[in-house]
């Protein structure tokens, strides 16, 4: 489904609707950048007169070879790394590192960093371009920032003005309208072995349901279900998610149905540093997609922007013919099958208000300027000490315009574990677009259905 804009513009979540500070709209002068100087999602269009090249429209034809069948073909697989960072060179380049992918290559001696040609693939459909553009001048944060006004879809803030613009544009980036995804998720213990959990996901944002109404749900940006598959043990259990605009009016709405008890019960756990799923204490709640949900818990700074080696295009880590045994090995995935490339990236600083809690004190973000992706976060605890380290690697879906990711890791530096959620390469139809869904299967009743043993 396609976003039908009249249909949307009689659903604009209104400022009026919340009390509080209004802000984040720029002038028409301003906005004219957009498609002009900056791409029209808020990136500087131009390079950098070396390793990053000029933005000309991104990836959107597939490579020869793609059958159109969501097993995505590697179209630079003929490239070779142009260097490595590792722990001989690691101080020559820490200027375009974050301190935790330091850190990673400090701890691990086979931790290294295959550095490739930049490719600005990220591309999107013309219709959230076009949104992206109108909503640089009326979108607007309210709520002391924790909700969005005037919004309707696509990217809210293209050209930010401060940390939490930052922040929403990643939250609600463009993931399409709406997608089916199996995926396995591991944490291997210290020595490597691990056991797969398997996930059946849905994500549909409200305006692509088949039978939206602008006035229903108005709040809601996006609904969410995740059905465990595998093990046996886990499989049948389902968590359901409405995910809201403005969480701190309205806190997102998530339910959980446990197949062995059959009983469908909220779940408000579901957010901020709440357990993730299935993941053996790995990860909070609001590490899913490397950040999620409410942000009224930390102050959020706009360091600036930086050029940074990051994952990108990471098709490797999706190839069929690889098993997990080969991706999946002590201390962090084998890095052999990463990619990282030279590009901006927006670095925000997350720091815990006082009287909040949280079991990260300090977040430090860097995202893609191209897809509003987080790319990496650094995670500090409470003593002020680097504890955990996120990566994104990010991977355009060209035959949908949607950049997403191949798989997001989240590192722990003191336990020496980690965990890697989205691993595609023994799944059968991983990713499936444009899946038609009903308001009525995003109700706590569909979770029985959705339940199965």
Do not use: C
């Not at 994500?203 to 609904?223: I, K, Q």
């Amino acid at each position: 489904m396609k976003l039908n804009k009249k249909l949307l513009a009689t659903g604009v979540l209104a400022a009026s609707m919340f009390a509080g500070q209004a802000w984040g709209a720029v002038s028409a002068e301003e906005a004219a950048k957009l498609g002009d100087s900056l791409t029209p999602m808020g990136a500087e269009k131009g390079g950098n007169g070396g390793a990053i090249p000029a933005w000309t429209g991104g990836l959107t034809t597939p490579p020869a070879g793609y059958k159109g069948d969501g097993i995505y073909v590697n179209p630079f697989a003929d490239e070779q790394p142009k260097f490595t960072i590792d722990q001989s060179n690691v101080e020559q380049y820490k200027d375009n590192l974050s301190p935790g992918q330091v850190a990673m290559i400090e701890r691990y001696d086979d931790y290294f960093m295959p550095v490739y040609e930049t490719h600005r693939t990220a591309a999107y459909p013309q219709e959230v371009m076009d949104e992206t553009v109108e909503n640089a001048t009326t979108v607007e944060l309210i709520k002391d920032g924790n909700g969005l006004g005037n919004y309707q879809s696509a990217t809210p803030f293209p050209i930010p003005q401060n940390g939490l613009e930052v922040i929403w544009n990643h939250i609600t980036r463009y993931r399409g309208g709406s997608v089916q995804r199996t995926v396995g998720q591991v944490t291997p213990t210290e020595g490597g072995d691990f056991s797969v959990v398997k996930f059946q996901d849905e994500l549909t944002w409200r305006a692509y349901l088949s039978d939206y109404d602008p006035n229903e749900d108005a709040n809601v940006l996006f609904y969410f279900k995740q059905a465990i598959t595998a093990p046996a043990r886990l499989a049948g259990n389902v968590l359901l998610v409405h995910e809201t605009i403005d969480q701190v009016a309205e806190p997102r709405r998530a339910w959980v149905y446990n197949a062995g008890q059959r009983r469908v019960r909220r779940a408000p756990q579901v957010a901020y540093d709440g357990p993730g799923t299935a993941s053996d204490g790995m990860r909070t709640s609001d590490n899913f997609d490397m950040f999620n949900g409410a942000p009224d818990r930390y102050n959020w700074e706009l360091v600036g922007k930086k050029e940074m080696y990051i994952p990108y295009n990471s098709y490797k880590l999706t190839d069929r013919s690889l098993s997990y045994d080969q991706i999946i090995q002590a201390g962090h995935i084998n890095q052999e099958y990463t990619r990282y490339e030279l590009h901006r990236v927006w670095h925000v600083r997350a720091t815990l208000k006082e009287g909040s809690r949280h079991i990260y004190a300090q977040r430090d973000f860097y995202i893609d300027e191209d897809s509003w992706q987080a790319s990496v976060i650094d995670h500090y605890d409470g003593r002020g000490e680097l504890w955990r380290v996120a990566e994104a690697h990010n991977m355009q879906f060209y035959d949908q315009n949607v950049p997403w990711y191949a798989i997001e890791t989240l590192y722990d530096l003191l336990s020496g574990r980690y965990l890697a959620l989205g691993l595609t390469n023994e799944e059968e139809n991983p990713y499936e677009f444009g899946v038609e869904r009903r308001s009525r299967d995003y109700t706590p009743a569909a979770l029985r259905r959705a339940g199965t043993r």
